[in-house]
C-alpha cells in the first residue's frame, strides 16, 4: 500500500483515538456502577454527546464522514446520541441509590456495540478512499474513471450534452526534473493540478492518469464550449508560474487531446482517440490543444 497523505494518518488515528476514549468512557461507567462514585460532566450532562472527545471532534469533521456515507454519518450521531442518553439515565439511576432500568442498559450495550461497528466500517472507507487518490496531488486515480464515465456519458445522453475525454500532459516535464530534482518536479505537478482543480467547475472530475498526465471529464453543450473551456485551461496554466527556491519561478504549458465521446463508446476507445490526439498536440509544437476526429 503507498504510503497514505497526511490528513488520513490523522483522521484514523483520531478514529483509533475515538474508539479507545469510548473504552476508557465505559471503565468509568463501571466504577459509577460499583462504587457510585461520579462518572464525570461527559457522562451526566444532557448535552453529554457533544461533549466528549469524539462528539467533539465529530462534529467538526462530520464533512469528512458526509462525503463518504451520509447515511452512516447520520446513524452515527443518533447512535452515539442514545448511547449517552441511556448510560446518563443508568448512572443518574445508580448515583441516587436506584437500580437501573433494564431497557437503558440493553440500549446502551446496542448502541455501543453499533458504535464501535459503524466507526470500524468507516477506517475501512477512508483505507480504501486513500489508496485510490494520489497522495501528491489529491486527486482521484484513475479507479473510478470507468464509473464516472459511465454515469455522465448516461446523463449527457439524457440531457442531449456532449461529454469530452480530454487528457492532459505536462509539457517538457523531464527536462525540469532532470534540471531542478524530483521534489521540483512533484511540486510542479502539485501545482498543475491545483491550477486544474480551480479551472474546472465541481461537476467535472479530474483524476492524475500517471507521470505528468492527467484525465479530464468534460461536460458542455456544444463543440464551441468545449474549445472554449479547452482555451481557458491552456491560458490558466500558462500565466500561472510555479515559484521555487530563491525566488525563482517556472512558467510551465500544458498539452491536451480531446475527444468527443459517443454515446455508447466505451472508456478505452475514448482515451485511446484522446492519446492520439494529445500525441498530434505535442507533435505539432506543445502549448496546445486538439480534437480527435470522431
Same mark, same amino acid.
Given at each position: 500500500?503507498?504510503?497514505? /497523505? !497526511?490528513?488520513?494518518?490523522?483522521?484514523v488515528a483520531e478514529l483509533d483515538a475515538a474508539?479507545?476514549? #469510548?473504552?476508557?468512557?465505559? =471503565?468509568?461507567?463501571?466504577?459509577? !456502577?460499583?462504587? *457510585?462514585?461520579? /462518572?464525570?460532566?461527559?457522562?451526566?450532562?444532557?448535552?453529554? #454527546?457533544t461533549l466528549c472527545r469524539f462528539g467533539a471532534w465529530f462534529t467538526a469533521n462530520r464533512g469528512e464522514?458526509?462525503?463518504?456515507?451520509?447515511?452512516?454519518a447520520r446513524r452515527l450521531e443518533q447512535v452515539h446520541q442514545a448511547m449517552h442518553d441511556a448510560i446518563r439515565s443508568l448512572c443518574t439511576q445508580v448515583m441516587a441509590g436506584q437500580p437501573g432500568v433494564t431497557g437503558d442498559?440493553?440500549?446502551?450495550? !446496542?448502541? &455501543? !456495540?453499533?458504535?464501535i461497528n459503524l466507526l470500524a466500517n468507516y477506517k475501512t472507507l477512508i483505507l480504501s478512499n486513500s489508496v485510490r487518490h494520489d497522495p501528491l496531488t489529491g486527486l482521484p486515480l484513475r479507479y473510478n474513471v470507468e464509473s464516472d464515465f459511465?454515469? %455522465?456519458?448516461?446523463?449527457?445522453? *439524457?440531457?442531449?450534452?456532449?461529454?469530452?475525454?480530454?487528457?492532459?500532459?505536462?509539457?517538457?516535464?523531464? /527536462?525540469?526534473?532532470?534540471? %531542478?530534482? #524530483?521534489?521540483?518536479?512533484? &511540486?510542479?505537478l502539485r501545482h498543475v493540478a491545483d491550477t486544474?482543480?480551480?479551472?474546472? =467547475?465541481?461537476?467535472?472530475?479530474? %483524476? =492524475?492518469?500517471?507521470?505528468?498526465?492527467f484525465l479530464w471529464l468534460l461536460k458542455c453543450k456544444s463543440p464551441e464550449e468545449a474549445r472554449k473551456s479547452a482555451r481557458r485551461i491552456l491560458a490558466s496554466v500558462g500565466t500561472t508560474p510555479v515559484p521555487i527556491d530563491n525566488g525563482e519561478t517556472l =512558467?510551465?504549458?500544458?498539452?491536451m487531446g480531446l475527444a468527443l465521446a459517443g454515446e455508447m463508446e466505451d472508456l478505452s476507445s475514448a482515451i485511446k482517440r484522446a492519446d492520439m490526439a494529445l500525441y498530434e498536440g505535442k507533435q505539432s509544437g506543445r502549448n496546445r490543444y486538439v480534437i480527435a476526429e470522431s
Open positions: 500500500m503507498p504510503d497514505l /497523505p !497526511a490528513e488520513t494518518d490523522a483522521l474508539v479507545e476514549a #469510548h473504552m476508557d468512557w465505559s =471503565r468509568r461507567i463501571l466504577r459509577c !456502577a460499583v462504587l *457510585r462514585s461520579t /462518572p464525570g460532566d461527559d457522562v451526566l450532562d444532557p448535552m453529554a #454527546h464522514f458526509e462525503a463518504l456515507d451520509p447515511a452512516s442498559l440493553d440500549q446502551f450495550e !446496542a448502541s &455501543q !456495540a453499533e458504535l459511465a454515469l %455522465y456519458q448516461k446523463e449527457a445522453r *439524457r440531457n442531449r450534452s456532449l461529454l469530452y475525454v480530454v487528457m492532459i500532459d505536462v509539457d517538457h516535464f523531464k /527536462p525540469i526534473n532532470d534540471t %531542478y530534482g #524530483h521534489q521540483v518536479g512533484d &511540486q510542479v486544474l482543480k480551480q479551472g474546472l =467547475r465541481a461537476d467535472e472530475p479530474l %483524476y =492524475r492518469f500517471g507521470g505528468e498526465e =512558467r510551465l504549458t500544458i498539452t
